[in-house]
Nanobody, 121 residues
Framework: QVQLVESGGGLVQAGDSLKLSCVAS????????MGWYHQAPGKERELVATITSSGSTSYADSVKGRFTISRDNAKNTVYLQMNSLKPEDTAVYYCNANLRESTRWYFADYWGQGTQVTVSS
């Protein structure tokens, strides 16, 4: 069974930084893209950033220049460095991975349980 576990969330002040981590574990054959999404209260889940297996990245306009996504393929881990945090960044942050389990022939999306990020003004 595959699991994605996020860590690194917390309560910070505006202008502070946080680094989120997400580790994928289990019987994993291969991982394609990995990414971070967030969901604020009363809103839909939105894409924050993605990174391909070769390292190509994309970002939501709202976080460009402030957030950096990276990954360590050897550790099946994706990171999100968040700088210059704003109150509007407050949300639950979810990790996503498009991967293939060792017992299956197809790729599928998997999600972590989420980690809360709260930015006070």
């Amino acid at each position: 069974q595959v699991q994605l576990v996020e860590s690194g969330g917390g309560l910070v002040q505006a202008g502070d930084s946080l680094k989120l981590s997400c580790v994928a574990s289990g019987r994993i054959r291969s991982i394609n893209a990995m990414g971070w999404y967030h969901q604020a209260p009363g809103k839909e889940r939105e894409l924050v950033a993605t990174i391909t297996s070769s390292g190509s990245t994309s970002y939501a306009d709202s976080v460009k220049g402030r957030f950096t996504i990276s990954r360590d393929n050897a550790k099946n881990t994706v990171y999100l460095q968040m700088n210059s945090l704003k109150p509007e960044d407050t949300a639950v942050y979810y990790c996503n991975a498009n991967l293939r389990e060792s017992t299956r022939w197809y790729f599928a999306d998997y999600w972590g349980q989420g980690t809360q990020v709260t930015v006070s003004s």
